[in-house]
């Protein structure tokens, strides 16, 4: 055989065995990547979806592998009293869109040519402290004055730092405070364990 006919049949054979193009540059066109992701704690529900041509609308379960360029779309359901601080993907910050969904409870992004570990990083929620309401109010009609307060240790130094209180403030449950009494006629003060 001569070059011009072997040519045009090693050319044929490669485009048949698929080994021209996207397989001989070292790429697969079949190749499939991981899509994997977890609930945190504050978020009771987190799906995502995806199309694609031979299935049309899918539930990408976590772990499961598929082409790199599909659109994924992640959506989160988060209780209440917590809120999605923002989302990670392969531990870079991933954007989120649209905005407007408060908290960005949807993701979207395009499946690259790796697999992904798709973290949602939840805001620390706030927990409500008990608190009272300190009156310092005298028990005479002819007044005089009370004062109270009490002791924090300084997580810092470990010293205990004085926190004054006037009246009507809040303080939290089961604070022991100091107080002073001081009456009008200025015969004496007294310490009042509370």
């Known amino acids: 055989m001569t070059k011009r ?35 945190p704690k504050g978020v009771s ?3 995502c979806v995806t199309t694609l041509p031979s299935k049309g609308k899918v539930v990408v379960t976590s772990g499961r592998k598929l082409p790199a360029g599909v659109q994924l779309t992640f959506t989160a359901t988060v209780e209440a009293g917590y809120e999605i601080d923002h989302w990670t993907v392969n531990g870079e ?7 407007a969904y408060g908290g960005a409870k949807m993701m979207e992004m395009e499946m690259p040519e790796e697999d992904i570990d798709v973290v949602i990083v939840m805001k620390q929620p706030e927990t409500p402290t008990e ?9 005479t009609p002819d007044g005089g004055m009370l004062s109270a307060y009490y002791l924090e240790r300084n997580p810092y130094t470990g010293e205990e ?14 604070t022991q405070l100091k107080a002073t009494a001081v009456p009008n006629s200025g015969s004496g003060t007294r310490m009042v364990p509370q």
Do not use: M
């Open 161 to 174: 730092d004085a926190t004054y209180i006037d009246d009507g403030d809040r303080v939290p449950k089961n």
């Open 45 to 47: 529900d987190l799906r």
């Open 93 to 99: 910050l991933a954007q989120h869109e649209p905005e």
């Open 5 to 39: 006919t072997l040519y045009p049949i090693v050319f044929a054979l490669l485009l048949l065995l698929g080994g021209w193009g996207s397989k001989a540059s070292g790429q697969s066109s079949r190749a499939t990547y991981a899509v994997r992701y977890t609930l």
């Open 131 to 139: 608190e009272c309401t300190v009156r310092l109010t005298p028990s």
